[in-house]
């Protein structure tokens, strides 16, 4: 067992660290905020890895993440409407990464227009983003200006994205993104796991079941065993 300490706080019916796993193993790579702080990203083998979790917590569920999104204003007939589409209402979405690289341009330029052009985000009216956020981290482009306002609840800090292709060149969107893995695979997809997505450029936050999953190193958060 990793010693690393963490806070830790009520957030509707879970108890959630509220800061990123920062346990060092194989399978990871080492972000930084814009303001300094650190901790780990990890790629989905790392999940493998139990001494990353704190004694009592496990890496949040699907489950975990729709009550807390429930809390924070999201109707709860739109966190169970998984089982007919993924996106809470939207259709059902599987984001292939390589076409998005095939199409050209940047991957992420391509993974935010997908992503756009399909779905509605969680809490447009950017309530839920703004609770979740870290505070006076988040830009809403990658130049330093217009800085969005955001909280020190959830604390979810923009660390950017680390693919493994490109794992020497550091994560990229620092200031603008976050993604974090779940434990739970798509009930209809085998091959397919559930993620969340914030990104400042909708100011909200997507579930989203994403094949090819194991390319990209995500941040993990984690809930109290009940």
Known sequence: M????????????RTWLLEDLRGICGG??????????????YNYDAIEYIDLIPDGF????????????????????????????NMYGEINIKLSMESA???????????????????KYVGKNKG????????????TNDSLQNI???????????????????ISEGAFHIGTL?????????????NSQIIRYLWSGNQGIARISVNEYDVVYYLYRCVKDK
Not at 2 to 13: D, E, L, P
Not at 178 to 190: A, C, G, R, Y
């Open 148 to 166: 969005i306002e955001g909280s020190n609840g959830f604390n979810a800090r923009p660390y950017g994205s680390v693919w493994s292709d490109w």
């Open 2 to 13: 990793q010693f690393n300490v963490y806070r830790m706080g009520q957030i509707g019916n």
């Open 58 to 85: 496990h890496l949040a569920t699907d489950d975990d993440w729709q009550d807390l999104e429930y809390t924070y204003g999201v109707k709860k007939t739109d966190c169970s409407n998984y089982a007919k589409a």
């Open 178 to 190: 976050s993604m974090f893995l779940t434990s739970t695979k798509d009930p209809n997809d085998s």
């Open 28 to 41: 990871s790579c080492e972000v930084i905020s814009p303001l300094g702080f650190k901790a780990r990203a």
């Open 101 to 119: 690289i095939r199409r050209g341009g940047t991957f992420l330029e391509n993974f935010n227009k997908e992503i756009t052009d399909t779905i």
């Open 128 to 139: 839920i983003f703004r609770s979740l956020i870290s505070e006076k981290e988040w830009i």
